[in-house]
């Protein structure tokens, strides 16, 4: 799958996949992380699928990482064709190590965007205006990690967000 939006341009090649996920990884990684990550966004999308509902005609989540480019991470939905109407995370830059809670949290948040802006046959965030970017991945993170029984990885979340703060809808909103 060659990468056709922003600055992307890697061709991609499938790492693995089931039923419900297909992971793709640019030229610069080998297939260790999809190893791991497989059986995780797996149980994840299958849980988003049957909680938050349904996402296109296609049944599966792309979820897109890179070594060494592209900072961050960013969604798309079946809606857009600029990502080939596919439900996709992609995630940069690495390095995605076994055990790393962070990559997780990246690209569950990712996820988040997927399933605020695209189910149930929505498109766009009615709330986005509300609450901005990303703090409905705080709620998405804290559920998913709860319904897999990640309760530990959950906590940490849970405290980690409590101790920020933001400034909408107005200073010190927790």
Known sequence: WREHWFEHDQLLRL???TGHVAIYVDPDMNDDAA???LPYLDDAWQYTKQTYGEFGPDPLLYSI?????YAGGHPS???DASHD?????DCGPGPYREG???VHD???HEMAHVVEGANNGAWGSPAFGIW??????EFFIHDVYTALGRHDWAADAGKLFDRNSDSFPRRDTH
């Open 106 to 108: 990246m690209v569950t």
């Open 15 to 17: 790492a693995g996949a």
């Open 65 to 69: 990482f890179h070594q060494g480019r």
């Open 100 to 102: 790393d809670r962070g």
């Open 35 to 37: 190893r791991w990550l």
């Open 132 to 137: 901005g970017d990303s703090k409905w991945a």
């Open 77 to 79: 939905s079946y809606q």
């Open 85 to 89: 109407n596919r439900n996709v995370t």
